[in-house]
């Protein structure tokens, strides 16, 4: 019954963090929602493995899926302060050129 | 209900109301400290899935997600001296900081008190097919998945020189 509900949850997160993505137009906002996304993700995927046999392997691959997201938003971040420094553009829907 | 469903559910419940927050948020810091708390409560809900180094990892981003957005947030905004805005102090909102500051205490006392009276390690619920241990997890990461481990190696370096090109000025560039 737990591994129910906690598969509902995972699946919650993901339709917030994907939903609000696509409707926020700030960038870092953008950014966070897609985090959410990605830990609704990780969570189905630890909730999976947790009862089977191979649930070290879940682990393994919930942790890679963690360095992905903290590569995400480093790089996100970091797109997200060179569009404000180029023009000081916070919102997606402005056409910027990243170029310089 | 259990100790550790009543700790579950309300760790889901947690992580649900801030994710909804980080969804709906105006307040950049407010948010990026409502991410902070989603992944703490998500890794309690790691620790009733008796996986503890999971969720030993989940924290850690947890704390380098919240410096990133509030740092980055304060170079955006121009406003490194003064990250958090300045409100005047009412009733409400101290009641706020009060209830917050429970809540984070009482979750991580929680947490907590689960480790030492259970160790890392042990498992959670006495029903589950197994405990995965540490070195368990060292075995299956160093000898069976050696090529992931060093993809997540090069992929974090990649990551690292990708921002740091990003975030280079034009005139760095010539």
Redesign the interface.
């Known amino acids: 019954m737990r591994n129910e509900v906690f598969l509902i949850l995972s699946s919650i997160l993901f339709g917030i963090g994907a939903a609000a993505a696509l409707v926020r137009a700030s960038v870092l906002s953008m950014i966070m929602n897609i985090v959410t996304a990605f830990s609704g993700v990780i969570l189905a995927v630890v909730v999976l493995s947790a009862n089977s046999a191979k649930a070290g392997e879940g682990q393994l691959f919930a942790m890679t899926l963690v360095v992905m997201l903290v590569g995400v938003m480093v790089v996100g971040c970091a797109v997200a302060y060179r569009r404000y420094m180029a023009a000081g553009v916070r919102e997606l829907d402005e056409k910027i050129e990243l170029r310089h | 209900m259990t100790a550790v ?1 009543f700790f ?2 309300f760790s ?1 419940v947690i ?2 109301l801030c ?2 927050y ?3 948020g105006r307040n ?1 810091f407010r ?2 400290i409502a ?1 902070f708390c ?2 703490c409560a ?1 890794a309690s ?2 620790i ?4 503890e ?2 969720a030993s ?2 924290f850690g ?1 947890a704390v ?2 919240a410096v ?2 509030v740092a ?2 304060s ?2 905004k121009g406003n490194l001296h003064s990250p958090l805005p300045t409100t005047p102090k009412d009733g409400a909102s101290i009641l706020r900081s009060v209830i917050g500051a429970a809540v984070g205490i009482g979750l991580g006392g929680l947490i907590g008190a689960i480790f030492l009276t259970r160790g890392i390690g042990t498992s959670l619920d006495t029903t ?3 405990a ?1 241990e540490v070195s ?2 060292g075995d ?2 160093f000898l ?2 050696r090529v ?1 481990f060093v993809f ?1 190696g090069l ?2 370096l990649i ?2 020189i ?2 740091g090109l ?2 280079r ?2 005139d760095d ?1 010539e």
Do not use: K, Q
């Open positions: 469903g579950s559910f889901s992580c649900l994710a909804v980080v969804a709906v950049l948010v990026a991410l989603e992944l998500l809900v790691f009733c899935l008796n996986a180094y999971l990892i989940t981003a380098l997600v990133a957005f980055f947030g170079f955006i589950a097919n197994s995965i368990a997890l299956a990461l069976e998945h992931l997540i992929f974090a990551l690292i990708g921002s990003l975030l000025r034009p560039a």
